[in-house]
Structures are given as structure tokens and as C-alpha cells.
T-cell receptor, first 112, second 113 residues
Framework: GDSVTQMEGPVTLSEEAFLTINCTYT??????LFWYVQYPGEGLQLLLK?????DKGSNKGFEATYRKETTSFHLEKGSVQVSDSAVYFC???????????FGTGTSLTVIP | DGGITQSPKYLFRKEGQNVTLSCEQN?????MYWYRQDPGQGLRLIYY???????QKGDIAEGYSVSREKKESFPLTVTSAQKNPTAFYLC????????????FGPGTRLTVL
């Protein structure tokens, strides 16, 4: 079945460091891919998405490219800030749109 | 403002009691979802509904029940049959189109004493 695997945390970085959080997926057909962010005690917010191969999603300095050949959707940011500290979830939705599949989340802490 | 509301934010119940968590949306979405979140386990789907008066079990439906009498509302009941109900519960809604995101509520933290 469809699934998402993302790198385990926690990840701790200094401010202005480069961030990569790896995400790979297994799916039939052509899923859409998403990154969500969750701040403590809150629900998930959409960070970015890509709906077809080679699409690049971007938002707030974060980027991720839909790579069908490597079944990956890695999240990157060139210079993290303390305010980026949160849990990040990779997710896919199947062809039919019926169900989302989430990774286990990666906790990021950025220290000044 | 459009969005999803969940109430209450925190809920405490004694073991053996049923409890109902509220979820309301004014986004005119057909599909609604309930997830359970435990530390280190990501989100697990409990139930989802794509249309009024219809719903399907997700991966961990045992010990839970839902209803969908109105498009805007999708309450979740945690029954006494749920072995380990203490968790953070998230409601979401969406269009169920493959290119579209789900929108999440702020969550309810349930603690069973």
C-alpha cells in the first residue's frame, strides 16, 4: 500500500544553518505530495505541496521537489531561524484523493 | 473567517466513560477526517467521511464511533472499549481532490484518568 518514510529526528541546528529533512514514498500511480508543519499544541498547517513529477513546492524559504525517479520529496531551507522550530510531516494523497498518508514527523529545534 | 474548530482544547475523563469530541467546519468541504496522534507515531487515521450520512473506518477505528448528520459537523466518540484513549486528536477537512490539501483543526488533547 501507499506509505511515506521520513527521516527520524530530533534534528538540532544552529540559526542560519542549512536544513534537509528526507522523505521518500511508496505509491501506485501519481500521488500528490505535501509537507506540513506543526507547532507545539497545535494542528498541522500546510507548508508546501507538489502535485506532479518535477514540480517544486516552495513557501517561507522552504522548498521541496517531487522526484519520481527516486520517489523522494526532501524538504530544504537554506538558512533556518529559531521560529522554524517545529515538527515537520511529509504526506501523500493517493490517486483517488480519498486518503492521506503521513510520515512519523521530524522534530526540528533551531538554537540561537 | 473560514476554518475548522475543535472543542474542547483539553478534556479529562475517568476510565470507563464515553466522551465525544466536537469538530465543525465552515469551509464547505465534503470530506472530513479524524486522526489520532501519539508521540513518535505520526498521525493515524481513525475514521473519514466523504459525504453526509456516510463514513468509513480508518486504520485504528476500534473503540471509536462517528456520525455525519450535517456537512459541517463530524463528532468523534471515544468509547470505553478503546484500550488506550489518552492522545491528541486532530480533525481535518478537505475536498478529497488529489491535488488539494487537508485543513486541520487545532486539536483536542484527551487524558483519561
Amino acid at each position: 500500500g501507499d506509505s511515506v518514510t521520513q527521516m527520524e529526528g530530533p534534528v538540532t541546528l544552529s540559526e542560519e544553518a542549512f536544513l534537509t529533512i528526507n522523505c521518500t514514498y511508496t505509491a501506485t500511480g501519481y500521488p500528490s505530495l505535501f509537507w506540513y508543519v506543526q507547532y507545539p499544541g497545535e494542528g498541522l498547517q500546510l507548508l508546501l505541496k507538489a502535485t506532479k513529477a518535477d514540480d517544486k513546492g516552495s513557501n517561507k524559504g522552504f522548498e521541496a521537489t517531487y522526484r519520481k525517479e527516486t520517489t523522494s520529496f526532501h524538504l530544504e531551507k537554506g538558512s533556518v531561524q529559531v521560529s522554524d522550530s517545529a515538527v515537520y510531516f511529509c504526506a501523500l494523497v493517493s490517486n483517488t484523493g480519498n486518503q492521506f498518508y503521513f510520515g512519523t514527523g521530524t522534530s526540528l529545534t533551531v538554537i540561537p | 473567517d473560514g476554518g475548522i474548530t475543535q472543542s474542547p482544547k483539553y478534556l479529562f475523563r475517568k476510565e470507563g466513560q464515553n466522551v465525544t469530541l466536537s469538530c465543525e467546519q465552515n469551509l464547505n468541504h465534503d470530506a472530513m477526517y479524524w486522526y489520532r496522534q501519539d508521540p513518535g507515531q505520526g498521525l493515524r487515521l481513525i475514521y473519514y467521511s466523504q459525504i453526509v450520512n456516510d463514513f468509513q473506518k480508518g486504520d485504528i477505528a476500534e473503540g471509536y464511533s462517528v456520525s455525519r448528520e450535517k456537512k459541517e459537523s463530524f463528532p468523534l466518540t471515544v468509547t470505553s472499549a478503546q484500550k488506550n484513549p489518552t492522545a491528541f486528536y486532530l480533525c481535518a477537512s478537505g475536498t478529497a481532490l488529489r491535488t488539494d490539501t487537508q485543513y486541520f483543526g487545532p486539536g483536542t488533547r484527551l487524558t483519561v484518568l
